[in-house]
């Protein structure tokens, strides 16, 4: 999630708002507007919950996506699950790098599927499954074990508390493979000593993070620790972004240990 108000910063010119859809379920409003040459899907309010760039739908827009994406360059990446859809800007760009990778994708909300399929090109496969389902029910009874887990589970204006908690990352780390990844889109870092930061240095073997600019923190935590210096993860993160066409070396070089 990212605030509207963050990507025109500095621009004394606001782009015209279109509405392109809206539709109302049981958690609220979900609307799909475009701004020149972008789409924009919001769960109400003014928070982006996801952008695309219409003229080339494979690139993600908000760099806390382009942080989270970081991680396949940590490990050999065969297969990964997405917790949260939003406009499936993960999904696309997850394809794009490689459509051989299998794809799991939890969502909670049936319309939110239904208008990313409709409004963001959400890419179809048989490497790719989506599931409508709570993303704790789903972690709980799921058999499968994944490289990569990302986590981006917002509603409209809060994260969900979930995703902050001992027994998710317990959950999260029983579903990694041994040399697995957990990315999570946090909305600060976490305080030295609270909840959060003890079970992440508890339960992972290391754990790494990146301030974005716009004000959100990626936490990256491994199942075992590797020896792997930070510099070299920096390296690694660069060539992975490079894929993406992209000068984005300001976001690599902010990987640093967690405090």
Known sequence: MALLGDFFKGSSLRPTEIIVLKVTDEYGDIIVADYDDYRVL????????????KSNVKLPVHN????????????????????GLGGGALVRTLNFLDKEIEIDVVELRKDVLSVARKC???????????????AKRHLKKSIKHYDVIFSDLYSAFYMDPFQETESFLITCRE????????VINYHEIPRRESPLHRSLIK???EVLFCRVPSGNVIIFAAKIKSD???????????????????DLYFL????????
């Open 228 to 246: 792997f210096p930070i510099a070299e993860r920096r390296i690694q993160a660069e060539r992975l972004l490079d894929k993406l066409g992209m």
């Open 203 to 205: 339960i992972f073997g």
């Open 175 to 182: 579903r990694m493979n041994y040399n697995g990844w957990l």
């Open 64 to 83: 806390y996506i382009k942080s989270m994406l970081m991680a396949v360059a940590f490990t050999i990446t065969d297969n990964v699950l997405v917790l």
């Open 120 to 134: 963001f090109s959400l890419p179809v496969s048989e490497n790719i499954s989506y599931h409508i389902e709570d």
């Open 42 to 53: 919001r769960f109400e309010g003014i928070n982006e919950q996801s952008k695309m760039l």
């Open 252 to 259: 690599s070089k902010n990987i640093a240990p967690f405090p």
